[in-house]
Nanobody, 120 residues
Framework: QVQLVESGGGLAQPGGSMRLSCTSS????????VGWYRQAPGKERESVAI???????IYAGSVKGRFTISRDNAKNMVYLQMNNLKPEDTAVYYC??????????????WGQGTLVTVSS
């Protein structure tokens, strides 16, 4: 069964940094896009950062300039480097991988999530 596995969450202080990692039982570079999403308590899940074709990156306005998504194909990993963390970044962060397999079907995988708490 294909899985996405996140790691790297935990507690950080405001202004601190943290790196999340995502790996899979499948080759991540074969997906059309791999991204990070987050869901804060009482809020809907939102996109944070997406990387497509290994080069193009897209960021939510709230994290632009602070977060960086990257991938290491040799290690089959996708990372989210988070700098200058703010309390409002507190959320469960999910890794997602999407691939359009046909005009009618797509593969849409989610990890189990990792909790990031930003607090002093």
């Amino acid at each position: 069964q294909v899985q996405l596995v996140e790691s790297g969450g935990g507690l950080a202080q405001p202004g601190g940094s943290m790196r999340l990692s995502c790996t899979s039982s499948r080759t991540l570079s074969r997906f059309d896009s791999v991204g990070w999403y987050r869901q804060a308590p009482g809020k809907e899940r939102e996109s944070v950062a997406i990387i497509t074709d290994g080069i193009t990156t897209i960021y939510a306005g709230s994290v632009k300039g602070r977060f960086t998504i990257s991938r290491d194909n040799a290690k089959n990993m996708v990372y989210l480097q988070m700098n200058n963390l703010k309390p409002e970044d507190t959320a469960v962060y999910y890794c997602n991988a999407k691939r359009q397999v046909s005009i009618e079907a797509a593969v849409d995988l989610w990890g189990q999530g990792t909790l990031v708490t930003v607090s002093s």
